[in-house]
């Protein structure tokens, strides 16, 4: 039990685009989802953290309308990185949280921007 | 952001040997968490402690929350190759919200 997906695993984009990240709990309900950014030999730092249903909320210097999180069930969130530039490359990791307050991790979801 | 005070940074050992690694930080957590982190992966849980001097074993894995709440240790005793990755500790506070250590990157030698 406690499976977190992430879709898709890596993409690869042009700068200026938008890229979307999708993060699942496969096998329960997830009211909360976190999500993090892991630069290379870094360890994880939180962007945000997302509540079914209301408003993210955002970790100081994080944009917020750079980073757009919608979280509208409770086994999906969702990452729109907005208008990508290189220094946006990194591996992104969501995490849900069940009843008991555990976190749970997806795999990742590796973004190059070219 | 706060971060944990994570040590080693990394780690170099035989096959066979025993491990220990240590957090420490200037506030209390409620909970402390050790993850491993395998290469182009999310982190696994492995072991959750949930009080002060509380010691838990998981496997070959031993970790305890120290009685000041600030700190926490994780050992692995009789290393094997599946055991390479990094190490992560983290705190939590309430609220779910949790802060990592920096990690510790254990590589064995055959």
């Known amino acids: 039990g406690a499976v977190v997906s992430q879709h898709p695993s890596w993409v690869i984009c042009k700068s200026g685009t938008s890229v979307k990240i999708e993060c699942r709990s496969l096998?329960?309900?997830?009211?909360?989802m976190f999500w993090y950014r892991q630069f290379p030999k870094q360890s994880l730092m939180l962007m945000a953290t997302s509540n079914e249903g209301s408003k993210a909320t955002y970790e100081q210097g994080v944009e917020k309308d750079k980073f757009l999180i919608n979280h509208a069930s409770l086994t999906l969130s969702t990452l729109t990185v907005t208008s990508a530039h290189p220094e946006d490359s990194s591996f992104y990791i969501c995490?849900?949280?069940?009843?008991?307050?555990?976190?749970?991790f997806g795999p990742g979801t590796r973004l190059t921007v070219l | 952001g706060q971060q944990l005070n994570q040590s080693p940074q990394s780690m170099f050992i035989q096959e066979g040997e025993d491990v220990s690694m240590n957090c420490t930080s200037s506030s209390i957590f409620n909970t402390w968490l050790w993850y491993k982190q395998d290469p182009g992966e999310g982190p696994v849980l492995l072991i959750a402690l949930y009080k002060a001097g509380e010691l838990t074993s998981n496997g070959r894995l031993t970790a305890q929350f120290g009685i000041t709440r600030k700190d926490s240790f994780l050992n692995i005793s009789a290393s094997i190759p599946s055991d390479v990755g990094i190490y992560f500790c983290?705190?939590?506070?309430?609220?779910?919200?949790?802060?990592f250590g920096q990690g510790t990157r254990l590589t064995i030698n055959p």
């Open positions: 096998d329960f309900q997830a009211t909360t």
């Open positions: 983290a705190g939590q506070q309430g609220a779910q919200k949790l802060v």
């Open positions: 995490s849900a949280s069940e009843p008991t307050d555990t976190q749970y």
